[in-house]
């Protein structure tokens, strides 16, 4: 079957949440030199496609990656991968010496999902960085070698490849702080219908894994949420006078169902150009995951109630046009 593009799998500064897989589930990286050739593509792939890899974890039969590819060659980039890596794995086998340039015997199966990175990019790594927990092939994130999150948690060094400063400036804009800061959200595990919700997103309840190269399912991919820099004074002020309450209302923590506090928080995460970990600071001091919560809790009210869609749609509208 021919490669098929889909024109949103090469969106330009986009993240993606890569996965693939041997067909029939055929275990591929059952050896300490399979794994560590892995790597070793990782790092030749950020240099000649120019990818941006924020994380990755490498399982017996199949792998995950968070990427961006800016210059638009996504498809591209991945094709690159699995046949480099697949003529090592089969070169291995055969005990040959170079790698062969005919058909490689690993039959690829893989799928990309355009990440909305304010909702999900955090939650994501962690899911990725628990997968050996979960499959119980590790007790703990930190033992298992495999992945990037000894990168992350500060118990190996980053390779140069690896890009963690997205994620970790998420949490603090200090490194140490934002080490901790993360080890604590991985080794947490995360709650079941957060849970649910990611996986449905990165599997689907009914999907199976495509026999195409690429497939972007359309229902699933959402941009990633362009940021501007508005002045969360300015935004503030916008939120208090819709909803009737003093601004300083807005940055008080500790009220459940405080409407105006969290869809203040919401156009302060995607309007004011500040850092999750910036934005939960003026909020109180709340940690970058809770601002993510918060913002999902918006994003569904917003699904479900026409009212207040039009409301936030029109806060949103009344912020752009001062800047």
């Known amino acids: 079957m021919p490669h098929r593009h889909n024109r949103r799998s090469s969106c330009l500064h986009a993240f993606h949440h890569v996965m693939s897989r041997g067909g029939d589930r055929q275990a591929i990286a059952t050896r300490r030199p399979d794994r560590t050739s892995f790597v070793e593509c990782l790092g030749d792939l950020s240099r000649s496609h120019d990818a941006t890899i924020h994380a990755w974890c490498l399982m017996d039969n199949h ?17 690159t991968l699995n046949k480099k890596w697949g003529q090592m794995l089969f070169s291995a086998e055969e005990n040959k010496s170079v790698p062969i340039s005919t058909t490689v015997p690993v039959h690829w199966q893989s799928k990309s999902i355009l990440i909305d990175a304010d909702r999900y990019l955090v939650s994501l790594s962690r899911y990725i960085h628990r997968n050996p927990v979960r499959s119980k092939l590790s007790a703990h994130p930190g033992d298992y070698p495999w992945s990037s999150y000894r990168a992350y948690a500060g ?12 994620i970790l400036g998420m949490f603090s804009a200090d490194q140490n702080t934002a080490r901790e800061a993360y080890r604590q959200f991985v080794e947490e595990p995360p709650q079941v219908p957060q849970e649910q919700e990611l996986r449905r997103l990165l599997c689907g309840e009914q999907e199976k894994w495509g026999q195409i190269l690429f497939s972007a399912k359309e229902n699933k991919s959402v941009p990633i949420s362009r940021h501007g820099n508005i002045p969360l004074d300015t935004i503030l002020s916008t939120v208090a006078h819709r909803y009737l309450v003093p601004e300083e209302t807005l940055l008080d923590k500790g009220h459940k169902r405080n409407h105006a506090r969290d869809t203040a928080l919401y156009l302060a995460t995607h309007l004011s150009g500040l850092p999750m970990h910036m934005v939960g600071r003026a909020f109180g001091g709340i940690k970058p995951p809770a601002v993510a919560m918060r913002c999902q809790a918006v994003r569904e009210r917003s699904d479900n109630d026409t009212d207040f869609r039009s409301d936030l749609e029109a806060m949103t509208a009344r912020l752009r046009n001062k800047q």
Do not use: C, K, R, V
Request: overall charge negative; hydrophobic content about 40%.
């Open 63 to 79: 792998y995950h990656l968070i990427l961006e590819a800016p210059q638009g060659n996504l498809t591209a980039t991945i094709h």
């Open 155 to 166: 118990i190996s060094i980053p390779p140069p490849w690896l890009y963690t400063d997205t």
